[in-house]
């Protein structure tokens, strides 16, 4: 169990540009989760995918925002023409059915 | 909508004592989960301790246990014999499963000083 991995740790980018993450999941979770984090607060739940399908989306994900799980294995979260607000934390999870979520270290994210 | 309360926003306590960490919920579900996680200064997310709501017993490990008043949705954290390293935020949670879809929402959080 090597864990759940994201790359980058820390992101800087100019307003208006776009951003890709990803993140590699423990092997064998089928189940993996994008939230993201803003100073002093708890993560919030942006999307869900079960194997490759994305099963839910929040409404906190824009249309600037787009998640996919080629394959069922790794994600990336891609945000296009960030703006100052989309400066956070952003953590991936990944889990088994009905299983606690393992966490990355997060990506940080900031806008200038 | 389902919501998580944690009403400290910080805590502090001596090395070696104990304190209690707050958490209330509130679920129209009849089957959810509950959790305690850890994010120390270096950011990674630690489970600390799970709940099953339709189980009476209260969760203990090792140095934690969680009071559990399903009646009440309260979720509270005990950390007993406090140690440097128990220093972090802590997140209460509450799982969620809408449509084949199983969610954590999470807490504001409380940070915890431990002081030696």
């Known amino acids: 169990d090597t864990g759940v991995s994201q790359d980058p740790r820390h992101k800087i980018t100019k307003r208006g540009q776009n951003v890709t993450f990803r993140c590699d999941p423990i092997?064998?979770?089928?189940?993996l989760y994008w939230y993201r984090q803003t100073l002093g607060q708890g993560p919030e739940f942006l999307t869900y995918f079960q194997n490759e399908a994305q099963l839910e989306k929040s409404r906190l994900l824009s249309d600037r925002f787009s998640a996919e799980r080629p394959k069922g294995s790794f994600s990336t979260l891609e945000i296009q023409r960030t703006e100052q607000g989309d400066s956070a934390m952003y953590l991936c999870?990944?889990?088994?059915?009905?299983?606690?979520?393992?966490f990355g270290n997060g990506t940080r994210l900031t806008v200038t | 909508a389902q919501t998580v309360t944690q009403s400290q926003p910080e805590m502090s306590v001596q090395e070696a004592e104990t304190v209690t960490l707050s958490c209330t919920y509130d679920?129209?579900?009849?089957?959810?989960?509950l959790f305690w996680y850890k994010q120390p200064p270096s950011r990674q997310m630690i489970l600390v301790i799970r709940q099953e709501a339709y189980k009476q017993q209260n969760a203990t490990e090792n140095r934690f246990s969680v009071n559990f008043q399903k009646a009440a949705k309260s979720f509270s954290l005990k950390i007993s014999d406090s140690q440097l390293g128990d220093a972090a935020m802590y997140f209460c949670a509450c799982s969620i499963t809408q449509g084949g879809s199983e969610k954590l929402v999470f807490g504001k959080g409380t940070k915890l000083t431990v002081n030696p």
């Open positions: 679920t129209s579900e009849s089957d959810y989960y």
């Open positions: 092997s064998e979770h089928n189940r």
């Open positions: 999870a990944s889990s088994l059915v009905r299983s606690p979520l393992h």
